[in-house]
């Protein structure tokens, strides 16, 4: 069982930063690859970035490339989003998500694929 705790979200002006914070509370050694997706008011479940166990493999989708950037301290057990050049169209729930994987190097971007999520955490970027 995997339980996921975000942190780390806000009310940031545009051009600001954010570090979101996820933590894994796993109760065994299994491995997991992470995601971070997004939710705005009215829209789809959106996935944002993706990180292998091994932390060697980042994706990114196309719109926050250059700006977020996700990475993972496997001895704390949490993953990191960072923000930055905040823009309004930013705005949303930020979420996690683990994916149960046997190779190291394994990551993905399909949401139906993500085993876990966690409540997620409230990004707003405005004036």
């Known amino acids: 069982q995997v339980q996921l705790f975000e942190s780390g979200g806000g009310l940031v002006q545009p051009g600001g930063s954010l570090r979101l914070a996820c933590e894994v509370a796993r109760s065994t050694d299994d491995m997991y690859a992470m995601g971070w997706y997004r939710q705005a008011p009215g829209k789809d479940r959106e996935f944002v970035a993706a990180i292998s166990w091994n932390g060697l493999t980042l994706y990114y989708v196309d719109s926050v490339k250059g700006r977020f950037t996700i990475s993972k301290d496997n001895a704390k057990d949490t993953v990191y989003l960072q923000i930055d050049s905040l823009k309004p169209e930013d705005t949303a729930v930020y979420y996690c998500?683990?994916?149960?994987?046997?190779?190291?190097?394994?990551?993905?971007?399909?949401?139906?694929?993500?085993?876990?999520w966690g409540q997620g955490t409230q990004v707003t970027v405005s004036f």
């Open positions: 998500a683990a994916d149960w994987v046997l190779d190291d190097s394994q990551w993905t971007k399909t949401l139906k694929d993500y085993d876990y």
